[in-house]
């Protein structure tokens, strides 16, 4: 629907990092070319749930592990409605 807003890393860093049991909440984002070691646009360590709906991942890197979000020690992972595109 083109509706929502566009965080762009600029190949230069991931647009969000969640830990100490936070839970985030996410509707329609457009993540474009994030970079990081862990996620190129979302790194979640340790945190509470994380839920998103409607968000799409374009064009993000990671160095290490999970191209477009990486996910570890944390509560339930929900994606509805999510895309993942050119993401390694």
Not at 15 to 33: K, N, Q, T, W
Not at 67 to 75: A, I, L, P, R
């Amino acid at each position: 629907s083109g509706e929502g807003a566009t965080l762009d890393g600029k190949k230069s860093s991931n647009m969000f990092y969640i830990s100490s049991g936070c839970s985030l909440y996410l509707e329609a984002l457009h993540f474009v070319d994030g970079f990081g070691e862990y996620g190129g646009a979302v790194d979640v360590f340790g945190a509470g749930d994380i839920a998103m709906k409607d968000v799409s991942f374009t064009g993000c890197e990671a160095s290490e592990y999970g191209g477009g979000m990486f996910v570890e020690s944390s509560g339930d992972v929900s994606l509805e409605g999510a895309s993942f595109s050119e993401c390694t």
